[in-house]
T-cell receptor, first 116, second 110 residues
Framework: EPEVTQTPSHQVTQMGQEVILRCVPI?????FYWYRQILGQKVEFLVS????????KSEIFDDQFSVERPDGSNFTLKIRSTKLEDSAMYFC??????????????FGPGTRLTVL | KNEVEQSPQNLTAQEGEFITINCSYS?????LHWLQQHPGGGIVSLFM???GKKKHGRLIATINIQEKHSSLHITASHPRDSAVYIC????????????FGTGTSLTVIP
């Protein structure tokens, strides 16, 4: 069964460094999301992406964050200058199309980001 | 912003018991998603609902749009059902943004 993959599974970085988290969506999926989950807290929406542009973003997704799909397969989340509070699990999710409101999301296994 | 509340927060059940997890939300929605998060952190989609009821194996999800409430039922619970169950809603106003509940941690004892 096709699945969403994410790399790396765990990233440790120093505060102020840039990180890039990668997601490979299911091949015929067109609509992509990034979420984060701080340890012990609920999952939070960051951004959605469709047709090579941001469709919607939350207040968490400030200028330190960016997303792109550089090569038509990988979907990346970049954090330019990491802060301690960016430590969290980051999940990528994909949807086959946006036409049906009941289309389920398929989640990747997550990347655990630890900022020291 | 849609406020999503789940109850109970924690639930312990004996194997074989019928389990109900509840989700309520504050603003009208276009869809509601039930998810399962395993102890390792991975998230699996269980159901996406916009109305009525869906069933998959021992899992049943219902939604009452007028009451802004959904329930997830597990029949004949099993220790492998132990996980955190999360409700997420896509409300009418924010397009494709999902709002998540804090989850219900279920432990099924053999």
């Amino acid at each position: 069964e096709p699945e969403v993959t994410q790399t790396p599974s765990h990233q440790v970085t120093q505060m102020g460094q840039e990180v890039i988290l990668r997601c490979v969506p299911i091949s015929n999926h067109l609509y992509f999301y990034w979420y984060r989950q701080i340890l012990g807290q609920k999952v939070e929406f960051l951004v959605s992406f469709y047709n090579n542009e941001i469709s919607e973003k939350s207040e968490i997704f400030d200028d330190q964050f960016s997303v792109e799909r550089p090569d038509g397969s990988n979907f990346t989340l970049k954090i330019r200058s990491t802060k301690l509070e960016d430590s969290a699990m980051y999940f990528c999710a994909t949807v086959r199309d946006r036409g049906r409101i009941d289309n389920e999301q398929f989640f990747g296994p997550g990347t655990r980001l630890t900022v020291l | 912003k849609n406020e999503v509340e789940q109850s109970p927060q924690n639930l312990t059940a004996q194997e074989g018991e019928f389990i109900t997890i509840n989700c309520s939300y504050s603003v009208g929605i276009s869809a509601l998603h039930w998810l399962q998060q395993h102890p390792g952190g991975g998230i699996v989609s269980l159901f996406m609902l916009s109305s009525g009821k869906k069933k998959h194996g021992r899992l049943i999800a219902t939604i009452n749009i007028q009451e802004k409430h959904s329930s997830l039922h597990i029949t004949a619970s099993h220790p492998r059902d132990s996980a955190v169950y999360i409700c997420a809603v896509k409300d009418d106003n924010t397009g494709n943004q999902f709002y998540f509940g804090t989850g219900t941690s279920l432990t099924v004892i053999p």
